[in-house]
């Protein structure tokens, strides 16, 4: 399983890339693996201030539906254009072309709090 060292983790599977005050969310390998087959994704949140833990979108598989939780405080700057054609991409790179959101970090010490990969690799395998 794929946990990069360069990412932060949460306990509910997203993942957040830092690059100065923006960032970069997904979900994790592990989490694309439990869900199985993406067929589609619901994000309407574009230009809207959110907080730590709110739902920003919902992502649906062929099994079920599930809530997606913002890592950090911060307001959604740009959805990923390519997942309303190609949600796979998510089952494909979670990491890469699978990114969901854009933000823009309303308090970037709110990162620390998160898992780093050790952490979150006990976690999944607890």
Do not use: C
């Not at 190609?86 to 854009?102: F, H, M, R, T, V």
């Amino acid at each position: 399983m794929n946990i990069p060292e360069n990412l932060k983790y949460t306990k509910d599977h997203e993942w957040i890339r830092v690059e100065g005050d923006e960032a970069y969310v997904g979900i994790t390998d592990y989490a694309q693996g439990e869900l199985g087959d993406i067929v589609f994704i619901e994000i309407e949140t574009e230009g809207e201030e959110l907080a730590r833990e709110e739902v920003f979108g919902t992502i649906e598989a062929v099994k079920t539906v599930s809530d997606m939780y913002m890592p950090v405080g911060g307001k959604v700057l740009e959805v990923n254009p390519k997942l309303e054609d190609s949600p796979e991409a998510i089952n494909k790179d979670p990491y890469g072309d699978g990114w969901l959101l854009k933000v823009k970090l309303a308090d970037v010490s709110q990162v620390d709090d998160l898992l780093d990969a050790g952490a979150y690799k006990s976690l999944i395998e607890a």
